[in-house]
């Protein structure tokens, strides 16, 4: 079990480059399986999730090779179509070799996935839309087994627009007769990176960043090199870092439009921002003000996955914030642990109230999930004293060297094994 120490109070300044985005390597590296060649990705984080698919490449055949943040994924000698159950439970982005494995070899067999704990995430929308086109799926023995020799292109309706599943039917559209349209598909600029990269291996994708896709059956797919977008998720976080402890920073490497609405709710917070292309600059003020009220949304709606971190500055913002959370039933967990340090948070369903405090105190706290681990390094950085972050593990899944990164930036933070 891993922990972060932090001594709060060091405002976070200096420059910051984002490593690539999760959310754009976990598909792109199983969309390689479709292409049966050898592929190159530069930009890849070195976090665990990453890690874990690369294990699980591996377990289908695969070859694979890392240097730093450079990964080679050979997917020619690719010899099974079952994700090993342990692979499959530790993150739920396993999902997303179904689609892949099935434009490769026809038949993908999964055990339910895994993932952060923060709602229900049932993948009956990937289900529904996978039978729509021909696929048959079995339950047998806790294992979900799909077929589909030659899927048929379909015309297919999203119920919500999903990211995991736009991202596997484009994945199984590749391999399917005739043409897909996907429409209520997520926007999300992680699928415009996934379907860049599946265009430069030949595929004939349209669509991405809108919510209508159209992916062109069959076409001859081959290896590439491709360079992971970078993580808006990731750059976030350590904008709110600077945000919340009266920090200044300067963020490259971010496409700065795709921030647009999150760096609203900076500004409104009182921070200064200024953008240039590729970079992002923020002051923040002393103290941070209360934004009113905030809902999550699809992109490009403000992003779920900076609602812990945003909750986690407010707490100690002057005034009162109201979040809703509009995309996972759960994900307000870790709002005990900071009440533990002093803040004034009640939990009403996907609302949480948050009435700014005037400072919050260091103690022990435990991660429970991803960017709930990440709100409550940020809250550590913030707080008076010191904080214990527990189970940062769960912190390591999406952040690579998280502890280090914000030391260099002036943080007061070291890591304990
Ligand atoms: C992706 C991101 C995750 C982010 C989320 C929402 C990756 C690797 N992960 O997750 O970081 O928080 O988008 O932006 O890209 N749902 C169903 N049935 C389904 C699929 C989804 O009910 O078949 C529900 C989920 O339970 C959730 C909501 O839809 O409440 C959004 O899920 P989805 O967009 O699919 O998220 P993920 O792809 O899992």
Known sequence: MESYHIRGGNPICGEYTVKGAKNAALPILAASIATG????????????????????????????????????????????????AELMGKMRSSIFLVGPLLTRCGRAVISQPGGCAIGKRPIDIHIKALKQMGTSIKEVDGKLIFTGNQLEGATIALDFPSVGATENLMMAALGAKGETVIHNSA??????????????????????????????????????????????????????????????????????????????????????????????????????????????????????????????????????????????????????????MGADIEIFQRTAIIEGVEFLRGTQVAAEDLRGGAALVLAGLMAYGETTVENAEFIERGYCSFPEELKKLGGDISRNK
């Not at 190159?40 to 695969?62: A, H, N, Q, Y």
């Open 187 to 340: 926007r999300e600029p992680e699928i415009q990176d996934l379907q860049q990269y599946l265009n430069s291996c030949g595929a004939q994708i349209k669509g991405a960043g809108t919510s209508r896709i159209v992916i062109k059956g069959e076409c001859p797919l081959h290896g590439t090199c491709h360079r992971i977008m970078g993580d808006r998720i990731e750059g976030g976080t350590f904008l709110l870092a600077a945000a919340g402890t009266g920090g200044e920073l300067l963020l490259r490497g971010i496409e700065t439009d795709m921030m647009k609405q999150f760096l609203k709710y900076l500004r409104y917070a009182g921070c200064k921002v200024k953008k240039q292309p590729g970079e992002i600059w923020l002051r923040g003020p002393g103290r941070l003000y209360c934004t009113g009220k905030l809902q999550t949304a699809p992109y490009p709606g403000f992003p779920t996955d900076l609602q812990p971190q945003f909750t986690a500055v407010m707490a100690a913002a002057i005034g009162k914030t109201i979040v809703e959370e509009r995309i996972f039933e759960n994900r307000f967990k870790y709002a005990d642990q900071l009440i533990k």
């Open 37 to 84: 060649e050898e592929n190159v990705f530069s930009r890849c984080p070195c976090i665990s999730d990453v890690l874990t698919m690369k294990e699980i490449l591996e377990s289908l055949g695969c070859r694979t090779e890392k240097t730093g943040d450079r990964l080679l994924v050979d997917t020619s000698c690719l010899n099974s179509e079952e994700v090993p």
